[in-house]
């Protein structure tokens, strides 16, 4: 069975920092390229980082870049989103996806955690 697992969300003021995990299991993650995304209410999703299969390579947005960082640990199946100088524009649902595309593609979500910044 799928599972990806998200946590650390929660309330933070503006300028604070958190720290999104996310474990995966019942796929091989390190083939996977992983991906952290977000949504508020009536909002399309929002592709807010990239990392790849080997770490090797990330990208973000011009609304996150030198703020948030992607790392993950292939020995843990786990991939994490640092998040500092938060803005209230942060704020969102916060969900953690899996993407191979090759041999074929397949994808996976998490169920998403809470980002609230607010003072």
């Known amino acids: 069975q799928v599972q990806l697992v998200e946590s650390g969300g929660g309330l933070v003021q503006p300028g604070g920092s958190l720290r999104l995990s996310c474990v995966a299991s019942?796929?091989?993650?390190?083939?996977?390229?992983m991906n952290w995304h977000r949504q508020t209410p009536g909002q399309e999703r929002e592709l807010v980082a990239t990392?790849?299969?080997?770490?090797?390579?990330?990208n973000y947005p011009d609304s996150v870049k030198g703020r948030f960082t992607i790392s993950r640990d292939n020995a843990k199946d786990t991939v994490y989103l640092q998040m500092n100088n938060l803005k209230s524009e942060d704020t969102a649902v916060y969900y953690c996806?899996?993407?191979?595309?090759?041999?074929?593609?397949?994808?996976?979500w998490g169920q998403g955690t809470q980002v609230t910044v607010s003072s």
């Open positions: 996806n899996a993407r191979q595309f090759a041999p074929e593609f397949r994808e996976y």
């Open positions: 019942g796929f091989p993650f390190r083939q996977y390229t």
């Open positions: 990392i790849t299969s080997t770490g090797g390579l990330t």
